[in-house]
């Protein structure tokens, strides 16, 4: 017994599964993050090994950014410029103050930013500066490397 086989049946639903998938492929590729990004600097005096591009930004926990990019600042090389994108709408406060953070053992690095007053007014541009500067505290780390000398001191 022969099966017959429509081949024009066969065709149509080779150029459906065809389409159907293109279509998925575009729709997948395609979807774009609206989200709108403001940029802030950040100026330390830490060690940024372990942070890079792309790392997070974090507000109380909460992803609300990344970093966009990290360079010594021209006119002091002491320092560390970072610049973070962060969502617009998020209240950045003047009080605002960010540490490098990290994450368990992986050795990951992000910018972890806390405002220290619930009633300090947003934070501006200042003169001089392109974007408002975010203002840094040492992360746990480096004062641990600043006080257990101290400490070593102290006991001889």
């Known amino acids: 017994m022969k099966a017959k086989i429509n081949y024009s049946m066969v065709g149509f639903f080779v150029i459906v599964l065809t389409i159907v998938l293109l279509s998925v492929f575009i729709w997948l590729s395609s979807s774009s993050d609206e989200t709108q990004y403001s940029p802030y600097l950040i100026y330390v005096h830490d060690d940024v090994t372990g942070l890079a591009n792309q790392s997070d930004v974090r507000y109380n926990g909460v992803r609300i950014g990344y970093v966009k990019s990290i360079d010594l600042d021209p006119n ?66 480096m004062q641990l490397s600043t006080i257990v000398p101290q400490l070593s001191d102290n006991l001889k």
């Open 76 to 141: 002091n090389p002491q320092l560390v410029r970072i610049m973070v994108l962060i969502e617009q709408g998020t209240p950045i406060m003047s009080s605002t103050v960010a540490t490098l953070s990290s994450q368990g053992i992986t050795g990951l690095v992000y910018v972890s930013l806390k405002a220290t007053s619930m009633h300090a007014p947003l934070l501006q541009k200042t003169e001089g500066e392109d974007y408002p500067v975010i203002k840094s505290q040492p992360s746990l780390l």
